[in-house]
């Protein structure tokens, strides 16, 4: 949808990568979508999934995104073995706008 110019849906950008093993790609999907969430706040971190290349359908999450109590949700890998942790505050995502 496009009102005054601006397109208000959400749009997702797939950027295939090989990595040998689950592992690997999970870790390599954390530290690609870090990244960009610090900067500009854009990156809905908890969506993060790795596939197989031959079977895109089957995702696995890279973020645990559990919801914690009064608000906010885990930052942490998935299946970790500590308490959740809440995320950091996310910056602005109009300040390079």
């Known amino acids: 949808m496009v009102t005054g110019g601006r397109n208000l849906g959400r749009w997702a950008i797939h950027l295939p990568v090989v990595v040998p093993d689950l592992t690997r790609a999970r870790i390599f999907a954390r530290t690609a979508a870090r990244a960009p969430a610090q900067i500009t706040g854009c990156v809905d971190a908890g969506e993060v999934t790795v596939s197989e290349e031959d079977a895109q359908g089957v995702r696995h999450r890279v973020f645990c995104d559990r919801l914690l109590p009064g ?13 959740c942790t809440a995320r950091r505050r996310r910056p602005n995502p109009d300040r390079f706008r």
Do not use: S
């Open 71 to 83: 608000g906010g949700r885990c930052a942490l890998p998935t299946e970790h073995t500590v308490p």
